[in-house]
């Protein structure tokens, strides 16, 4: 589906919640302006900023006249609006199980990761507490023995194809297998992840940014 309204992007390339969205709409071919905003740019807290997201954080996504914030909805938002269903279904069924792992990345996932990756690169060396960072690594490798069970009857977190979901938890599975720490053996995590490593947009949005 073709559409003619400007798609802007406001956020650092490094936001793995940025790198969501970057990934979706390369996946998509819906070419896009990315605006460098939070982090070292600053800008998230001025009030235009406030005034299109009161969260204060990125992304947002501007789609002609219509704004949307919160990357998971962006995420599907964009799905929707591109008619992208092999990415996001129509069906109820398939599509449950999409939203479950965009909601299990949100609130079982995401912070555990935030908060190792916090403790690890966002943290001055002679600053960091070992005892903390492995605590930290414990709730992820705890979090990911859950998707490898999952994953053993799965290829794809949603089933047999590549969604949305996928998306949504790939730039926190780059960041646990790109940290310094110690990860168990999980074979079907690591077999899924190598499966999103193939895949172009993956490739530029996140393993090529980097952890920083």
């Not at 979706?24 to 740019?41: K, N």
């Not at 290829?155 to 996928?166: V, W």
Request: hydrophobic share 40%.
């Amino acid at each position: 589906m073709t559409n003619h309204k400007s798609l802007t992007v406001l956020g650092r390339s490094n936001s793995s919640n940025v790198q969501k969205v970057m990934w979706l709409l390369d996946e998509i071919e819906q070419p896009c302006v990315r605006v460098d905003v939070g982090g070292q740019f600053g800008g998230n807290k001025d009030a235009d900023y406030l005034a299109r997201n009161p969260n204060g954080v990125v992304p947002t996504l501007i789609h002609g006249e219509v704004v949307v914030w919160e990357s998971n909805t962006i995420l599907r938002y964009l799905a929707n609006h591109f008619r992208a269903s092999g990415l996001y279904p129509t069906d109820s069924v398939e599509r449950s199980w999409v939203d479950r792992w965009l909601d299990w990345q949100l609130s079982s996932l995401a912070p555990a990761n935030r908060d190792l990756f916090m403790r690890i690169i966002r943290t001055p060396v002679d600053q960091r507490r070992p005892e903390a960072i492995e605590e930290a690594r414990a709730r992820n490798a705890e979090r990911f023995g859950l998707l490898d069970r999952f994953l053993e009857r799965s290829e794809y977190l949603s089933g047999a194809s590549f969604s949305i979901s996928d998306i949504a938890v790939g730039p926190l599975a780059y960041r646990w297998f790109a940290l310094p720490v110690e990860r168990p053996n999980y074979r079907n995590v690591q077999r899924w992840y190598d499966l999103l490593c193939k895949r172009d947009a993956f490739r530029k949005h996140v393993l090529e940014i980097g952890l920083s």
